[in-house]
């Protein structure tokens, strides 16, 4: 019994249900522990772009080349692709059966400005938007944004320079193989209050909301929830299949991973241990250090899923009739819009409001209605994408013909 409460797994969920269970009794209690969770988050995220710029020149380097690196960009770009297609299929089926919002009457009258920002929430406003977001305005403010894109453009400089320069560049790779190691070490330390921040978060949640407005609610979350399930599934079978992963060894793998996510709706505070168990599993090094980064900012398939459920779920409970045609239209759109907010805080509201700002059917004020419960859709998103990404790279390493070890001896390598 003292081995089990020593796992951070049991920690993680003794702190989940405690701080349920002082939110729902104790709401103003609840609501006050809020910082627990926001200071637990902070901390997280501030070591995410040190690793992944450390993570991403570690890569490249490790490639040796232009070559090699493109073709696994290449590689995850079509996997990142066809997990986005099935995450808005996943989420355009199930909420087509269910119809959340049928029949449910919510008042939507909130400014959207006001809205976005309470969230924090920034989009990109087309290309020109994009390309000005990924250059910094100096090297190391790419450091100090909060986003992920000066990041990836700052490392990817920095891997090819090294390769350029050769036996020069060996003691600074040297030195960023050293400062990863640092870095996981870190890491090592701070998640140890993961439950302190589930418990502060959860108990926030339960206090401002209340168990019972949120189940008002509960047919969207349970859609969400659905067809989420449907898509990791199909993941899953996926992994399977083709490399060889038990389903059940892989969740039981990252099991404290998953249940961090949980009490913090964050998967970014987790990033740092998925690439570390990643590399346990099997995958390259090489491999991780481009693919997860990559991931994290283009495989945002809890996003889809709540993109294409969300906007079906408004335009039944403002009784408008989406026709076909207007459906294709949103999933193309969707494409785009779901990988437009990585590393922005709301990021999955903050891209249905741009989704819905770039079309006249749903009005974009409806969205006012979801934040009530945007903190379990967050966490169900956040679960998903995190799944996602880790499925997405261990099918690009099978793909490179690296052998995964849970589960069945892998098959015969992809075709290439």
């Known amino acids: 019994m003292r081995r089990i409460s020593r796992q951070l797994y049991a920690q993680m969920i003794v702190g989940i249900l405690v701080g349920a269970l002082i939110g729902h009794i104790w709401p103003a209690f609840g609501v006050s522990l809020a910082p627990l969770g926001i200071a637990f988050v902070k901390a997280m995220r501030m070591m995410v772009p040190p690793i992944l710029f450390c993570t991403i020149v570690d890569g490249i380097v490790a490639q040796g080349g232009a070559r090699q690196t493109g073709s696994t960009v290449a590689r995850a770009l079509i996997v990142f692709l066809a997990i986005t297609i099935l995450a808005l299929m996943s989420g355009l089926l199930i909420a087509t059966l269910l119809r959340p919002g049928a029949g449910l009457d919510v008042p939507t009258m909130v400014p959207t400005i006001d809205i976005g920002r309470e969230l924090g929430a920034r989009h990109i406003n087309g290309p020109g938007d994009f390309l000005l977001r990924m250059v910094p305005d100096t090297f190391f403010s790419a450091f100090t944004a909060g986003d992920v894109l000066p990041v990836l453009f700052i490392a ?22 050293g400062l990863t190691q640092l870095q996981f070490a870190i890491f090592a330390f701070l998640i140890r209050a993961a439950p302190v921040g589930a418990f502060g978060a959860i108990a926030f949640t339960v206090g401002t909301y209340g168990i019972a407005f949120i189940g008002s609610l509960g047919l969207l979350v349970g859609t969400l929830l659905t067809a989420c399930v449907l898509l990791v599934t199909i993941l899953l079978a996926a992994l399977r299949l083709w490399a060889g992963v038990s389903p059940v060894a892989l969740l039981r793998h990252f099991r404290e991973e998953l249940l961090i996510v949980l009490g913090t709706s964050s998967s970014e505070v987790v990033l740092p241990r998925i690439m570390n168990k990643l590399e346990t599993l099997g995958a390259p090094p ?131």
């Open 286 to 416: 090489a491999i991780i250090g481009i693919v997860v980064p990559l991931g994290y900012t283009l495989n945002l398939a809890g996003t889809a899923v709540y993109l294409i459920v969300g906007t079906l779920f408004l335009a039944e409970t403002l009784h408008l009739s989406l026709s076909p045609t207007q459906i294709v239209t949103y999933l193309l759109v969707m494409l785009a819009t779901s990988k437009t907010a990585a590393g922005v805080t709301g990021s999955g509201f903050s891209a249905l409001l741009l989704t819905l700002s770039l079309l006249p059917h749903v009005p974009v004020s409806a969205a006012a209605m979801l934040i009530a419960v945007d903190r379990l859709l967050s966490t169900i998103r956040a679960l998903t994408s995190g799944l996602a990404n880790i499925s997405a790279t261990l099918l690009i390493a099978r793909w490179t013909g690296a052998t995964i070890t849970p589960g069945r001896p892998p098959p015969p390598a992809m075709p290439e």
């Open 156 to 177: 990817a400089l920095v891997g090819f320079g090294l390769l350029r320069i050769g036996p020069a560049g060996e003691p600074i790779a040297r030195a960023i193989r």
